[in-house]
């Protein structure tokens, strides 16, 4: 995951008294802009509180949470922090093996408490860990009070399975079909036991390895990491919270899009670095400095004066906001990011259009914009549809009048008739 968290992220560290009296032990904390929202506790992989694990939590901060990772490994050694090279790979192993899983546990609950009795914290608090953290997350929903548990490729969830009958939260498991950590007989193990049960969520991802939610790790795989990610705050969201209304976030941005078409107010309906796609032609940017010039020259001053977004359908989630419309405009001027290069041609197009949206926390995130460029170019007299399974304008009609003929590009559809 890239690092773009907001500036407004407020970060520290902090003691937390353990409560077998043992002493105090460091835990990173990271707070969303606002200062307040649903607890979550990250518990780490075996390299320490690491650059990685700040990362992760100051996101998960973005996302409204108010986030503690707490330094489990400090009865070993307080303050471990590894990379990934192969020394600090067997550093890390080292500490693995000498951790006390039933200690690092109490840790855990020590942490919710914390966060439970913090100012600004809601009251409902989640565990998410990774790896070393994925199992302790599973036993956290076995021996906390924690109210929702997500493990990415916990190592040794298949021998503590006999737990599972004292988890009374939501517990979310995300597993690499490659894990050599987690082989084939322990995934099925896995399933078996907990599959059917109800507040359990296994999710297995073939094509991903150990640690594949890991930026920049040789495993990162990002299909799988951003598919994880999507569910892990969705039961989040669920849970604990916290709720914003992505409907108005997302309709206020298009104001100022297409309606006052001011950027700076368009920019800051946004997260600190943002991105925008459009799929078919590759426009956008990618970063603040990026987007707000594509804005500022190419875009939301460069759409004709007529054009108008006529909407079908808006499907809500989570974390994201998907619109389907009809995007209509009169070709009067150059479009760079629809059209770049090409001449006004005087052309009425009107194209279904498909925007998926992404939020982090209360701010936009990214766009993801889809539409035919077939069709476009048919409407403008760019492409000559004869003898080609392209379409025009009647792509717009029939996305509002379903009974307009289908198969129309089907030659072969006549001889189906009656069979």
Same mark, same amino acid.
């Given at each position: ?21 043992? $002493?105090?032990?460091? +835990? #990173? /904390? @990271?707070?969303?802009? %606002? ?97 070393? $953290?994925?199992?302790? +997350? #599973? /036993? @956290?929903?076995?021996? %906390? ?103 108005? /976030? ?106 998926v949206v992404k939020f982090r926390g209360d701010k936009l995130y990214h766009e993801h914009i889809y539409w035919d460029q077939a069709s ?38 006549k001889n189906s008739e009656g069979k």
């Amino acid at each position: 995951m890239k690092n773009s968290a907001s500036p407004s992220i407020k970060t520290r560290n902090i003691k937390i008294e353990a409560s077998d009296g043992s $002493g105090k032990f460091s +835990a #990173y /904390l @990271a707070k969303p802009a %606002t200062g307040k929202g649903p607890g979550l506790v990250i518990a780490q992989e075996i390299f320490g509180v690491n650059a990685n694990m700040r990362e992760i939590a100051n996101y998960y901060a973005e996302e409204g949470y108010v986030v503690l990772v707490p330094d489990l490994f400090w009865r070993q050694k307080p303050g471990v922090e590894l990379g990934y090279t192969p020394e600090d790979w067997q550093k890390a192993f080292g500490y693995f093996q000498g951790f006390d899983q039933d200690l690092g546990v109490e840790d855990i609950q020590d942490a919710i408490t914390t966060l439970r009795d913090m100012s600004g914290v809601s009251g409902d608090v989640g565990v998410l860990g990774f790896c070393l $953290g994925g199992k302790l +997350a #599973y /036993l @956290a929903a076995c021996r %906390t009070d924690v109210d929702v548990a997500i493990g990415y490729y916990g190592v040794g969830i298949e021998d503590a399975l006999d737990e599972a009958d004292d988890i009374e939260c939501r517990v979310v498991l995300h597993i690499a079909g490659l894990d050599k950590y987690c082989p084939e007989k322990a995934q099925e193990k896995i399933k078996k036991r907990l599959g059917k049960r109800e507040g359990f969520e296994i999710y297995i991802y073939p094509d991903a390895d150990h640690a594949f939610a890991r930026p920049k790790g040789e495993h990162y795989h990002k299909a799988s990491a951003l598919m994880a990610h999507q569910r892990s705050v969705a039961a989040l969201r669920e849970e604990i919270g916290p709720h914003f209304d992505l409907s108005a /976030l997302w309709d206020k941005h298009c104001e100022y899009e297409f309606g006052t078409r001011d950027v700076d107010a368009t920019m800051s309906t946004m997260v600190a670095e943002p991105y925008v796609n459009h799929i078919p032609t590759m426009t956008g940017g990618v970063g603040y400095q990026q987007l707000h010039r594509f804005y500022k020259h190419h875009f939301v001053n460069s759409n004709p004066p007529d054009t108008s977004l006529i909407p079908i359908s808006r499907t809500v989630g989570a974390t994201q906001v998907v619109d389907e419309m009809l995007f209509c405009f009169t070709h009067t001027c150059e479009i760079p990011w629809m059209l770049p290069g090409i001449p006004p041609t005087g052309k009425r197009v009107e194209i279904p259009l498909l925007a998926v949206v992404k939020f982090r926390g209360d701010k936009l995130y990214h766009e993801h914009i889809y539409w035919d460029q077939a069709s476009v170019l048919v409407q403008i007299g760019k492409l000559d549809p004869h003898g080609l399974p392209i379409a025009g304008v009647e792509t717009g009609q029939k996305l509002l009048d379903e009974s307009l003929p289908s198969n129309t590009l089907m030659a072969a559809w006549k001889n189906s008739e009656g069979k």
